[in-house]
């Protein structure tokens, strides 16, 4: 993720933080089908950019990191949708939405949404209305806090 942004965009290259103090642990992810990992991690980073602390890059700017998290997000989903269903592009379409007006509204929830999604990713809302935290849920979520707050 981070070596295709920065060649992508000499901007996003000197957004990047260096290497070692580059954090490579994913959240959600590993609550998911493995084919949408790289996907979904790189939608996250994007959602860091805007409201947390991200894992890879370090922006100068406020400006900077609103135009890098969409860029992460675009390129987030259309890595979703070479790998998997049409439904998984927008299971995280809906997440991103949601994840904004949370975000917006001041409310919390928006951990569990990632969660949810990332566990029932393509398999649409009766899954995700369905599905249930476990131990590696909440060891995303505490990882998500840290990010957030």
Partial sequence: MAGDAGRESRLWAEALR???ERELEPVFSPLGEERYALGLETIYEGYLLHYGRPRLFAPADADTALLLGDYLYAHGLVRVAEVGPVEAVTD???LISVCAQLRADGLPGDGEAWAATAATL???EQARLAWRSG???ERALESHGRRVG
Avoid: K
């Fill in 135 to 137: 131990t590696d849920a």
């Fill in 122 to 124: 393509g398999r649409g």
């Fill in 18 to 20: 260096p290497a070692g």
């Fill in 92 to 94: 995280l379409a809906a």
